[in-house]
């Protein structure tokens, strides 16, 4: 079975100013579009999750008694190509 959850960042440039002092914040407002600034957000948010899910899940799951394989993986759909991030 799977679950799939889909994120659209509404604030991405809101981000990038908040995050200005990092490489990407100072990448993003140079160089690429605004396309190019959401997709790198919504990667970053998306990056967290499935980093919040690896370490939290397992976790919670085996203290339910549940043993299980889970995978996870980031699907770009702008490109139609997958970022595995197990």
């Known amino acids: 079975m799977e679950i799939k959850i889909k ?3 509404k604030n991405a440039d809101e981000i990038l100013k908040v995050h200005k002092g990092g490489i990407l914040g100072f990448f993003a407002d140079v160089v690429l579009s605004k396309d190019k600034k959401q997709e790198k957000v919504e990667k970053a948010v998306c990056e967290q999750i499935v980093h919040h ?3 939290e899940m397992p976790r919670r799951l085996e203290e339910e008694q549940v043993k299980t ?3 996870f993986e980031i699907v770009n759909n702008n ?3 997958d970022v595995k991030a197990i």
């Open 69 to 71: 394989n889970l995978e």
């Open 79 to 81: 490109d139609s190509y």
């Open 53 to 55: 899910l690896k370490t």
């Open 7 to 9: 994120v659209q960042v």
